[in-house]
Protein backbone atom coordinates (compact mmCIF):
# COMPACT_ATOMS: atom_id res chain seq x y z
CA UNK A 1 0.00 0.00 0.00
CA UNK A 2 1.79 3.54 -1.19
CA UNK A 3 1.57 6.03 1.68
CA UNK A 4 1.15 9.69 0.66
CA UNK A 5 3.13 12.22 2.51
CA UNK A 6 -0.04 14.59 1.66
CA UNK A 7 -0.40 16.22 5.19
CA UNK A 8 3.06 15.34 6.32
CA UNK A 9 4.30 17.67 3.32
CA UNK A 10 2.25 20.28 5.16
CA UNK A 11 4.26 20.98 8.04
CA UNK A 12 6.76 22.93 7.05
CA UNK A 13 7.76 25.93 9.26
CA UNK A 14 6.74 28.73 7.66
CA UNK A 15 2.72 29.07 7.44
CA UNK A 16 2.96 30.43 4.25
CA UNK A 17 4.28 26.75 2.73
CA UNK A 18 1.64 25.20 4.74
CA UNK A 19 -0.98 26.96 2.83
CA UNK A 20 0.57 27.09 -1.06
CA UNK A 21 0.90 22.85 -0.46
CA UNK A 22 -2.50 23.07 0.91
CA UNK A 23 -3.63 24.68 -2.22
CA UNK A 24 -2.05 22.62 -4.13
CA UNK A 25 -3.53 19.31 -2.09
CA UNK A 26 -7.07 20.42 -2.93
CA UNK A 27 -6.40 21.09 -6.76
CA UNK A 28 -5.06 17.48 -6.90
CA UNK A 29 -7.12 15.45 -4.46
CA UNK A 30 -10.02 16.94 -3.99
CA UNK A 31 -9.70 17.75 -0.50
CA UNK A 32 -9.35 21.24 1.48
CA UNK A 33 -7.65 21.34 4.19
CA UNK A 34 -8.32 24.36 6.95
CA UNK A 35 -6.47 25.16 10.14
CA UNK A 36 -3.24 24.11 10.13
CA UNK A 37 -1.67 25.09 13.01
CA UNK A 38 2.32 24.68 13.37
CA UNK A 39 4.55 24.16 16.24
CA UNK A 40 7.89 25.91 16.43
CA UNK A 41 9.74 23.00 15.72
CA UNK A 42 7.44 22.45 12.19
CA UNK A 43 5.08 19.79 13.59
CA UNK A 44 1.65 19.91 12.46
CA UNK A 45 -0.37 19.46 15.73
CA UNK A 46 -3.93 20.35 14.14
CA UNK A 47 -5.54 20.36 11.04
CA UNK A 48 -8.85 19.22 9.64
CA UNK A 49 -10.12 19.12 6.03
CA UNK A 50 -13.27 18.95 3.88
CA UNK A 51 -13.56 16.20 0.62
CA UNK A 52 -14.54 19.24 -1.82
CA UNK A 53 -14.28 16.90 -4.64
CA UNK A 54 -15.26 13.22 -3.95
CA UNK A 55 -13.97 11.80 -7.47
CA UNK A 56 -10.76 13.29 -7.30
CA UNK A 57 -10.60 12.10 -3.58
CA UNK A 58 -11.90 8.44 -4.02
CA UNK A 59 -8.18 7.52 -5.13
CA UNK A 60 -7.17 8.77 -1.43
CA UNK A 61 -9.89 7.11 0.36
CA UNK A 62 -9.67 3.85 -0.77
CA UNK A 63 -12.36 1.50 -1.38
CA UNK A 64 -11.56 -1.55 0.79
CA UNK A 65 -15.28 -3.52 0.66
CA UNK A 66 -17.09 -5.31 -1.57
CA UNK A 67 -19.86 -7.86 -2.42
CA UNK A 68 -19.86 -11.09 -2.99
CA UNK A 69 -22.63 -12.08 -4.64
CA UNK A 70 -23.28 -15.99 -5.60
CA UNK A 71 -26.37 -16.25 -7.61
CA UNK A 72 -27.42 -19.96 -8.51
CA UNK A 73 -30.39 -19.44 -10.33
CA UNK A 74 -28.35 -17.82 -13.32
CA UNK A 75 -24.60 -17.90 -12.83
CA UNK A 76 -24.78 -14.66 -13.67
CA UNK A 77 -22.31 -13.44 -10.42
CA UNK A 78 -20.16 -16.12 -10.87
CA UNK A 79 -16.21 -16.26 -12.38
CA UNK A 80 -17.30 -19.70 -13.56
CA UNK A 81 -20.97 -20.28 -14.36
CA UNK A 82 -23.05 -22.81 -12.44
CA UNK A 83 -25.24 -25.14 -13.99
CA UNK A 84 -29.25 -23.42 -14.83
CA UNK A 85 -31.76 -23.64 -12.81
CA UNK A 86 -30.29 -25.47 -9.64
CA UNK A 87 -32.63 -24.34 -7.08
CA UNK A 88 -32.31 -22.79 -3.84
CA UNK A 89 -29.20 -22.87 -1.65
CA UNK A 90 -29.25 -24.36 1.23
CA UNK A 91 -25.59 -23.18 2.48
CA UNK A 92 -22.84 -21.28 0.85
CA UNK A 93 -19.18 -21.61 2.02
CA UNK A 94 -16.29 -19.64 0.73
CA UNK A 95 -12.72 -18.05 2.53
CA UNK A 96 -10.89 -14.82 1.48
CA UNK A 97 -7.51 -14.21 2.68
CA UNK A 98 -7.85 -17.11 5.16
CA UNK A 99 -11.26 -15.54 6.37
CA UNK A 100 -14.09 -17.29 6.12
CA UNK A 101 -17.18 -15.30 4.74
CA UNK A 102 -20.31 -15.06 6.41
CA UNK A 103 -23.31 -15.46 3.76
CA UNK A 104 -27.18 -15.17 3.72
CA UNK A 105 -28.78 -16.86 1.51
CA UNK A 106 -32.29 -15.89 -0.23
CA UNK A 107 -33.71 -18.44 -1.96
CA UNK A 108 -31.04 -19.04 -5.08
CA UNK A 109 -29.01 -16.12 -4.22
CA UNK A 110 -26.65 -15.85 -1.58
CA UNK A 111 -24.43 -12.38 -0.73
CA UNK A 112 -21.64 -11.91 1.85
CA UNK A 113 -18.92 -8.67 2.20
CA UNK A 114 -15.90 -9.00 2.06
CA UNK A 115 -13.69 -6.40 4.26
CA UNK A 116 -10.27 -5.42 3.95
CA UNK A 117 -8.06 -3.22 6.19
CA UNK A 118 -6.46 -0.24 4.90
CA UNK A 119 -2.96 -1.78 4.74
CA UNK A 120 -3.96 -4.75 3.00
CA UNK A 121 -2.24 -5.72 -0.24
CA UNK A 122 -4.31 -4.21 -3.52
CA UNK A 123 -5.34 -6.52 -6.05
CA UNK A 124 -7.95 -9.05 -7.44
CA UNK A 125 -8.61 -12.16 -5.24
CA UNK A 126 -10.34 -15.71 -6.57
CA UNK A 127 -12.86 -17.04 -4.44
CA UNK A 128 -13.40 -20.56 -4.53
CA UNK A 129 -17.04 -21.21 -3.56
CA UNK A 130 -18.47 -24.02 -2.12
CA UNK A 131 -22.59 -24.43 -1.89
CA UNK A 132 -25.22 -26.91 -1.46
CA UNK A 133 -28.58 -26.73 -2.74
CA UNK A 134 -31.90 -27.81 -1.01
CA UNK A 135 -31.94 -30.64 -2.74
CA UNK A 136 -28.43 -32.19 -1.98
CA UNK A 137 -26.50 -31.14 -4.98
CA UNK A 138 -22.84 -29.62 -4.56
CA UNK A 139 -21.36 -27.20 -6.73
CA UNK A 140 -18.27 -25.40 -6.88
CA UNK A 141 -17.63 -21.90 -8.59
CA UNK A 142 -15.13 -19.19 -8.42
CA UNK A 143 -15.97 -16.06 -7.53
CA UNK A 144 -13.86 -12.71 -7.73
CA UNK A 145 -13.04 -9.29 -5.80
CA UNK A 146 -10.89 -6.38 -6.59
CA UNK A 147 -9.19 -4.58 -3.64
CA UNK A 148 -8.00 -1.26 -5.17
CA UNK A 149 -5.11 0.93 -4.00
CA UNK A 150 -5.74 3.43 -1.50
CA UNK A 151 -3.56 5.97 -0.08
CA UNK A 152 -3.36 7.72 2.82
CA UNK A 153 -1.93 10.87 4.90
CA UNK A 154 0.20 10.73 7.84
CA UNK A 155 -0.55 12.65 10.53
CA UNK A 156 1.79 14.20 13.23
CA UNK A 157 0.66 14.06 16.85
CA UNK A 158 2.09 15.42 19.77
CA UNK A 159 1.96 14.36 23.53
CA UNK A 160 3.56 16.48 25.63
CA UNK A 161 5.65 14.74 29.00
CA UNK A 162 3.57 14.07 31.96
CA UNK A 163 -0.11 14.00 29.87
CA UNK A 164 -2.36 11.11 30.85
CA UNK A 165 -2.16 10.37 26.93
CA UNK A 166 1.49 8.96 26.78
CA UNK A 167 0.44 6.59 29.85
CA UNK A 168 -2.15 5.32 27.97
CA UNK A 169 0.11 4.99 24.71
CA UNK A 170 1.48 1.99 26.85
CA UNK A 171 1.23 -1.22 24.78
CA UNK A 172 -0.40 -3.76 27.45
CA UNK A 173 -3.42 -1.26 27.60
CA UNK A 174 -3.60 -1.25 23.52
CA UNK A 175 -3.48 -4.56 23.12
CA UNK A 176 -5.68 -5.20 25.78
CA UNK A 177 -8.62 -3.08 24.36
CA UNK A 178 -8.23 -4.24 20.81
CA UNK A 179 -8.14 -7.81 21.71
CA UNK A 180 -11.45 -7.35 23.43
CA UNK A 181 -12.65 -5.08 20.29
CA UNK A 182 -11.55 -8.07 18.00
CA UNK A 183 -13.33 -10.74 19.97
CA UNK A 184 -16.39 -8.90 20.27
CA UNK A 185 -16.28 -7.99 15.88
CA UNK A 186 -15.70 -11.33 15.17
CA UNK A 187 -18.65 -12.31 16.42
CA UNK A 188 -21.02 -13.43 13.44
CA UNK A 189 -25.45 -12.80 14.13
CA UNK A 190 -26.97 -14.60 11.13
CA UNK A 191 -29.47 -11.60 10.26
CA UNK A 192 -28.49 -8.36 8.21
CA UNK A 193 -29.87 -5.73 10.34
CA UNK A 194 -29.07 -2.71 8.70
CA UNK A 195 -30.66 -1.01 5.60
CA UNK A 196 -29.79 1.34 2.44
CA UNK A 197 -25.98 4.04 3.28
CA UNK A 198 -25.21 4.51 6.66
CA UNK A 199 -25.33 8.17 7.95
CA UNK A 200 -22.66 10.11 9.57
CA UNK A 201 -23.31 9.63 13.38
CA UNK A 202 -22.62 13.60 13.86
CA UNK A 203 -22.59 16.63 11.61
CA UNK A 204 -19.36 18.45 11.95
CA UNK A 205 -16.05 18.60 9.83
CA UNK A 206 -13.97 15.79 9.35
CA UNK A 207 -10.36 15.66 11.49
CA UNK A 208 -9.05 12.68 10.18
CA UNK A 209 -9.91 10.23 7.87
CA UNK A 210 -9.43 6.73 8.02
CA UNK A 211 -6.15 4.95 6.88
CA UNK A 212 -4.11 8.17 8.63
CA UNK A 213 -0.55 6.89 9.81
CA UNK A 214 -0.57 8.34 12.54
CA UNK A 215 3.32 9.50 14.04
CA UNK A 216 3.57 10.32 17.88
CA UNK A 217 6.21 12.80 19.22
CA UNK A 218 8.06 12.52 15.27
CA UNK A 219 8.20 8.91 15.59
CA UNK A 220 8.23 6.97 12.79
CA UNK A 221 4.39 6.61 11.33
CA UNK A 222 2.50 3.69 13.39
CA UNK A 223 -0.67 1.46 11.97
CA UNK A 224 -3.30 3.29 10.61
CA UNK A 225 -5.93 5.16 11.64
CA UNK A 226 -9.33 2.38 11.89
CA UNK A 227 -11.77 5.08 11.42
CA UNK A 228 -13.01 8.69 10.99
CA UNK A 229 -12.76 11.44 13.51
CA UNK A 230 -15.54 14.24 13.13
CA UNK A 231 -14.42 17.55 14.91
CA UNK A 232 -17.42 18.02 16.95
CA UNK A 233 -17.89 20.25 20.25
CA UNK A 234 -18.30 18.13 23.38
CA UNK A 235 -22.35 17.15 23.89
CA UNK A 236 -22.97 17.26 20.29
CA UNK A 237 -25.79 14.55 19.81
CA UNK A 238 -24.47 11.08 18.07
CA UNK A 239 -27.01 9.03 16.17
CA UNK A 240 -26.89 4.96 15.37
CA UNK A 241 -25.65 4.94 11.57
CA UNK A 242 -27.42 2.28 10.95
CA UNK A 243 -29.75 -0.14 12.58
CA UNK A 244 -29.36 -2.87 15.51
CA UNK A 245 -28.28 -3.72 18.51
CA UNK A 246 -26.46 -2.37 21.16
CA UNK A 247 -23.64 -5.01 22.28
CA UNK A 248 -21.10 -2.25 23.73
CA UNK A 249 -21.96 0.59 26.26
CA UNK A 250 -19.76 1.26 28.60
CA UNK A 251 -15.86 3.34 29.71
CA UNK A 252 -12.74 1.93 27.88
CA UNK A 253 -8.94 3.21 28.31
CA UNK A 254 -8.27 4.36 25.23
CA UNK A 255 -11.59 4.41 23.38
CA UNK A 256 -13.20 6.82 26.55
CA UNK A 257 -17.37 6.16 26.74
CA UNK A 258 -17.51 3.27 23.98
CA UNK A 259 -20.65 2.20 22.09
CA UNK A 260 -20.51 -0.74 19.90
CA UNK A 261 -23.65 -1.43 17.32
CA UNK A 262 -24.46 -5.01 15.51
CA UNK A 263 -25.19 -4.70 12.62
CA UNK A 264 -25.76 -8.11 11.86
CA UNK A 265 -23.98 -10.69 9.72
CA UNK A 266 -20.46 -9.88 10.56
CA UNK A 267 -20.61 -5.98 11.00
CA UNK A 268 -20.64 -3.49 13.14
CA UNK A 269 -20.24 0.25 14.52
CA UNK A 270 -18.36 1.72 16.77
CA UNK A 271 -18.57 5.05 18.42
CA UNK A 272 -15.79 6.57 20.85
CA UNK A 273 -14.83 9.27 23.01
CA UNK A 274 -18.63 9.97 24.33
CA UNK A 275 -19.24 12.26 27.47
CA UNK A 276 -22.97 10.62 27.64
CA UNK A 277 -23.76 7.15 26.60
CA UNK A 278 -27.91 7.12 26.39
CA UNK A 279 -28.10 3.36 25.46
CA UNK A 280 -28.01 0.08 27.06
CA UNK A 281 -26.00 -3.12 25.97
CA UNK A 282 -28.89 -5.39 24.55
CA UNK A 283 -30.82 -2.12 23.08
CA UNK A 284 -32.02 -2.47 19.60
CA UNK A 285 -31.60 0.76 17.72
CA UNK A 286 -32.60 2.48 14.48
CA UNK A 287 -31.05 4.23 11.76
CA UNK A 288 -30.73 8.10 13.21
CA UNK A 289 -31.62 6.60 16.77
CA UNK A 290 -29.53 8.78 19.50
CA UNK A 291 -26.95 6.64 21.37
CA UNK A 292 -25.08 9.39 23.30
CA UNK A 293 -23.29 13.19 22.81
CA UNK A 294 -19.42 13.44 21.78
CA UNK A 295 -17.28 14.63 24.05
CA UNK A 296 -12.84 13.83 24.75
CA UNK A 297 -12.85 10.81 26.99
CA UNK A 298 -10.10 8.35 26.43
CA UNK A 299 -7.01 8.87 24.20
CA UNK A 300 -7.57 11.80 22.95
CA UNK A 301 -6.00 15.24 21.69
CA UNK A 302 -9.23 17.00 21.63
CA UNK A 303 -13.00 16.82 21.57
CA UNK A 304 -14.13 14.41 18.85
CA UNK A 305 -16.15 11.16 17.48
CA UNK A 306 -14.27 8.46 16.58
CA UNK A 307 -16.44 6.85 14.37
CA UNK A 308 -15.88 3.03 12.62
CA UNK A 309 -17.16 0.25 10.91
CA UNK A 310 -15.54 -3.22 11.31
CA UNK A 311 -17.02 -5.76 8.90
CA UNK A 312 -15.55 -9.23 10.34
CA UNK A 313 -12.98 -8.13 12.35
CA UNK A 314 -11.67 -5.80 9.72
CA UNK A 315 -11.81 -1.93 9.83
CA UNK A 316 -13.17 -0.86 6.72
CA UNK A 317 -13.58 2.99 5.06
CA UNK A 318 -16.45 3.91 7.02
CA UNK A 319 -17.07 6.57 4.41
CA UNK A 320 -18.04 3.33 1.70
CA UNK A 321 -20.61 2.63 3.87
CA UNK A 322 -22.30 6.42 3.77
CA UNK A 323 -21.86 6.44 0.24
CA UNK A 324 -23.49 3.32 -1.47
CA UNK A 325 -26.11 0.39 -0.23
CA UNK A 326 -24.38 -2.57 0.30
CA UNK A 327 -24.55 -5.27 -0.87
ZN1 LIG B 1 -10.05 8.47 15.41
Not at 43 to 48: K, S
Not at 89 to 118: I, P, Q, Y
Not at 136 to 151: I, K
Not at 205 to 225: E, F
Amino acid sequence: MRTLLLLAALAAPVPAAAAAAAGEAEARYGIAVQGVRLSAAGTMLDFRYTVTDPAKAAALLGHNVQPVLIDAASGARLAVPAPAKVGALRSVTARVDGRALAFRVEGARAWALAGFRSDVTPGRRSIPVEAETASGRSLRATAAVSVGPGRFPVEQITIEPGDDGEDLLAAEVLREEWTRLLGITSRVTPLPRWEGPFLLPATGPVTSIYGTRRAYNGGPPGSPHEGMDLGVAPGTPVVAANGGTVVVAQAWKVRGNAVIIDHGLGLFSGYYHLSQIGVQVGQAVSKGQPLGKSGDTGLVTGPHLHWEVVLQGMHTQPLQWTQRSFP
